[in-house]
């Protein structure tokens, strides 16, 4: 088991950015598959991007590509989301997930992960 830990969140005014960090506790991942999920209230749990161990392969939501970017800094042992042009739609919390991955594999379900951090709560003001 990983444990995550996810900052970043906030509250910002709709076009705004902001930019969350994904980091484990006690333990490199430079080897694990790592992913950005949200949920706002009252509806599941949502990918939103994904990328490879290495970083050379990764995935949106349709319904933030073009405005947010996934990378990875394995050196520094953080995964981060840059989320650009943001929209109230947005709102929700944000989790950070990890799977141990020596295959290069791109993962976009939540059954998929088994380690989560707790969340971050982004909330975009109209």
């Known amino acids: 088991q990983v444990q995550l830990v996810e900052s970043g969140g906030g509250l910002v005014q709709a076009g705004g950015s902001l930019r969350l960090s994904c980091a484990p506790s006690?333990?490199?991942?430079?080897?694990?598959?790592m992913g950005w999920f949200r949920q706002a209230p009252g509806k599941e749990r949502e990918f939103v991007a994904a990328?490879?161990?290495?970083?050379?392969?990764?995935h949106y939501a349709d319904s933030v590509k073009g405005r947010f970017t996934i990378s990875r800094d394995n050196a520094k042992n953080t995964v981060y989301l840059q989320m650009n042009a943001l929209k109230p739609e947005d709102t929700a919390v944000y989790y950070c997930?990890?799977?141990?991955?020596?295959?290069?594999?791109?993962?976009?379900?939540?059954?998929?992960?088994?380690?989560w951090g707790q969340g971050t709560q982004v909330t975009v003001s109209s």
């Open positions: 990328i490879t161990w290495s970083g050379g392969t990764i």
């Open positions: 997930a990890a799977r141990k991955d020596d295959y290069g594999g791109i993962y976009l379900r939540t059954a998929s992960y088994d380690n």
């Open positions: 006690g333990r490199t991942f430079s080897s694990y598959a």
